[in-house]
């Protein structure tokens, strides 16, 4: 087992699809697990015909897939047939993990429910990912990052008062897959550890509970402090100048939170008669008149470029950084210059050399990585299978009836 790869000799049975389940084995590939996707016949993951590349889902490895599917093996398995299911058995009695995000109730109704997977191999680690978790009154309802976005509250705090926006990427799937990382790798933990005789768990993740436990500083101003939060556009609601700001070229951050902070910004853009404004003279004035603040500021920031100004900012000890678009962030060397970006040759399936992401994870100084592409469909189930101790015409023998 290396640094970058503690996870090695632990299994992962990926039974996901699209985004937050994929996305939570995508953490654990990274981290040296083996994990095997398992695929409906056909078509696969719905991922494989998702992305901005028509040929490629066309393909059945849309960009979507290739996103957070590299190093992964693929088989196909049909669960509702009786030899399938042997198969998926057979698969967990060597499994350490399997991870699934079917709606609640689906996976004991195909008779493979944690009950029985448990019964097979009692060390399982099982993991089910739901919108909304396997109890309570809204467990039935169909998740959608979008309609999670909705219920958490985050659409009413982003953007104005006077319109409500989504957050621009699958925030609600991410984070129900991150948070379904973290747990599978502490019951790992605590199985070797011996807790509970060394015998596997069941985890229920809720993508909505899970975005909710990240938003701390706004709930708890309403559950501690009674304030209801508010959509706040870019600004800062704990203090200013805090937030965006316009300059001769485009946009800037400025996070001076502190009184030094804000004294040297008044400096550095020749306001200093800003600091004998009764307006201004703490954070709690400043937040009470940030509008006149910000005219005030825009004045003199758009007589020079935003890296001029991000420059002088930082030199003079005020947090500030430019806004980026996605191009941007990924040409800057501080990502680039640290493994974030990960290059795979001619990839099978897709014909071409594709980028994709590794992890935000650094460990000794390395970044974990996967050494294989994303997978085709179905692409090792003959090298899987075989490991079971199927021969070739056992494999045949369940292609033939349908069992994959």
């Known amino acids: 087992m290396t640094y970058t790869q503690p996870l090695a000799g632990i299994t992962v049975l990926d039974l996901t699809n699209v985004l937050a389940g994929p996305f939570c084995c995508h953490q654990l590939a990274h981290m040296g697990a083996d994990v095997i996707k398992v695929e409906a016949p056909g078509h696969g993951d719905l991922a494989r015909q998702l992305g901005a590349d028509q040929e490629l889902n066309e393909k059945l490895m849309g960009v979507s897939f290739l996103a957070q599917n590299a190093g992964k093996r693929s088989i196909t398995l049909n669960l509702k047939h009786p030899r399938?299911?042997?198969?998926?058995?057979?698969?967990?009695?060597?499994?350490?993990?399997?991870?699934?995000?079917?709606?609640?109730?689906?996976?004991?109704?195909?008779?493979?429910?944690?009950?029985?997977?448990?019964?097979?191999?009692?060390?399982?680690?099982?993991?089910?990912?739901?919108?909304?978790?396997?109890?309570?009154?809204?467990?039935?309802?169909?998740?959608?990052?979008?309609?999670?976005?909705?219920?958490?509250?985050?659409?009413?705090?982003?953007?104005?008062?006077?319109?409500?926006?989504?957050?621009?990427?699958?925030?609600?799937?991410?984070?129900?897959?991150?948070?379904?990382?973290?747990?599978?790798?502490?019951?790992?933990?605590?199985?070797?550890?011996?807790?509970?005789?060394?015998?596997?768990?069941?985890?229920?993740?809720?993508?909505?509970?899970?975005?909710?436990?990240?938003?701390?500083?706004?709930?708890?101003?309403?559950?501690?402090?009674?304030?209801?939060?508010?959509?706040?556009?870019?600004d800062n609601f704990t203090s200013a100048p805090s937030g965006t700001f316009r300059t001769l070229d485009g946009k800037i951050n400025i996070a001076a939170n502190k009184q030094e902070q804000f004294e040297a910004v008044c400096k550095v853009t020749n306001l200093l008669h800003l600091l004998e404004d009764d307006r201004f003279a703490t954070r709690i004035h400043r937040i009470k008149n940030r509008k006149a603040l910000t005219v005030a500021l825009e004045q003199s920031l758009v007589g020079k470029t935003t890296d001029d100004w991000v420059t002088i900012m930082n030199d003079a000890g005020i947090p500030a950084g430019a806004v980026l678009?996605?191009?941007?962030?990924?040409?800057?060397?501080?990502?680039?210059?640290?493994?974030?970006?990960?290059?795979?040759?001619?990839?099978?399936?897709?014909?071409?050399?594709?980028?994709?992401?590794?992890?935000?994870?650094?460990?000794?100084?390395?970044?974990?990585?996967?050494?294989?592409?994303?997978?085709?469909?179905?692409?090792?189930?003959?090298?899987?299978?075989?490991?079971?101790?199927?021969?070739?015409?056992?494999?045949?023998t369940l292609k033939h009836e349908g069992a994959l």
């Open 84 to 234: 399938g299911k042997e198969v998926l058995k057979k698969l967990v009695e060597r499994a350490d993990v399997l991870v699934e995000n079917f709606r609640p109730g689906v996976m004991d109704r195909l008779g493979l429910g944690y009950d029985v997977l448990s019964a097979v191999n009692p060390r399982l680690v099982y993991c089910a990912i739901s919108g909304f978790g396997q109890t309570g009154p809204m467990r039935h309802l169909p998740a959608y990052d979008q309609i999670v976005q909705g219920l958490s509250g985050i659409m009413t705090i982003t953007g104005d008062q006077d319109e409500t926006y989504r957050v621009g990427y699958p925030v609600a799937d991410t984070i129900g897959g991150l948070t379904a990382a973290f747990a599978i790798v502490a019951a790992l933990n605590g199985r070797a550890a011996g807790h509970h005789d060394g015998k596997g768990s069941f985890i229920d993740i809720s993508m909505l509970e899970s975005v909710v436990a990240t938003m701390g500083w706004v709930v708890s101003n309403f559950l501690v402090a009674g304030k209801e939060p508010t959509a706040n556009g870019n």
């Open 325 to 396: 678009t996605v191009q941007q962030t990924l040409s800057l060397d501080q990502i680039a210059g640290r493994g974030m970006i990960a290059g795979f040759d001619n990839v099978p399936g897709v014909g071409r050399d594709i980028r994709i992401l590794r992890t935000g994870i650094k460990m000794n100084g390395d970044a974990p990585a996967v050494a294989a592409p994303p997978p085709q469909l179905g692409e090792h189930a003959a090298d899987i299978l075989s490991r079971l101790g199927y021969g070739k015409d056992d494999i045949e």
